[in-house]
């Protein structure tokens, strides 16, 4: 009976473990009904293309060009920020993948991974990143960005 308790509680455990081994790389990627497949295109290369010119734009260390990728509404918190991190950039940064997970009208959210350059060592890093998106006006904008995690890359 202790034999049986015993295999039934592994059982479950490994179950569990498979099914959260599913969860964790599946393709949970969720659109809202109501638009259409071109609506949610054009809604994806959009934002994808805020964040590339977000990324050009901290390449070059442009603030004026990095602000038009943010919320108007957060451009002036955002300029002192940014000056200060810009002016001491000494990395490149390179857009590697951008995955949709959740979307909507006015907001999507995107698993982001970005290969990030030291200029000087040459020293390379992958940023992971879940980064938030924002319609406001008929115009894509950056609402939040979460750096989730670095993995030194070759």
């Known amino acids: 009976m202790r034999k049986r308790?015993?295999?039934l509680a592994l059982l479950l455990v490994?179950?569990?473990m498979g099914m959260g081994l599913v969860y964790t790389f599946a393709d949970r990627e969720v659109v809202v009904q109501g638009m259409t497949?071109?609506?949610v295109t054009q809604a994806r290369r959009?934002?994808?293309q805020v964040l590339v010119k977000n990324i050009d734009a901290v390449n070059a260390g442009s603030v004026s060009e990095?602000?038009?990728t943010v919320?108007?509404?957060k451009r002036t918190e955002t300029a002192a920020q940014m000056t200060k991190a810009l002016a001491k950039r000494d990395a490149t940064l390179k857009l590697q993948e951008f995955k949709v997970q959740k979307q909507t009208r006015t907001s999507l959210m995107a698993k982001v991974d970005q290969l990030q350059t030291t200029t000087k060592t040459g020293k390379k890093q992958i940023l992971e990143s879940t980064i938030e998106f924002v319609n406001q006006d008929g115009a894509w904008y950056?609402?939040?960005s979460l750096l989730v995690n670095l993995i030194k890359a070759n």
């Open 5 to 7: 308790t015993k295999l």
């Open 14 to 16: 490994a179950l569990f």
């Open 37 to 39: 497949d071109a609506q």
């Open 46 to 48: 959009q934002a994808k």
């Open 66 to 68: 990095y602000l038009e």
């Open 71 to 73: 919320p108007p509404s």
């Open 142 to 144: 950056i609402k939040k």
